[in-house]
């Protein structure tokens, strides 16, 4: 468990470094026009996660599945995570469970970070 937590860890720092180097070089290069740089971010991970997933099915060790997947992309952005188990949710053929999953996400989600701003003006 605690090689699998450093695994974790690593490619956690990974990510988060290269999230925020990408996000802003994005940002600086589109004059700060919408958050470019998020969704640039998020796009990758995405297409990370699913190229790392599918290979992952073929040959990849857990070790490595653990730092690209869980590690480097979760540091890099929680989006992918989100997305992948959404698709996963597809492959067995939830399409409904995968929808709920994904309005019931965006809605608590923006509900909570609502929450918070509230609470934050309390002290």
Known sequence: MLKSLMIVGCGSFVGGALRYLLTRTVQNWTDGWM???TLAVNVLGCLLIGLFCGLS???MPQS???FLTVGFC???TTFSTFMNENMQMLRISDAAGMC???VV???AGFVALFAGYQAARLF
């Open 74 to 76: 979760g540091g890099f």
């Open 105 to 107: 996400s965006l809605v």
């Open 100 to 102: 709920l999953n994904v």
């Open 57 to 59: 099915q073929e040959w």
């Open 35 to 37: 958050p470019a740089g």
């Open 64 to 66: 490595l599945k653990l």
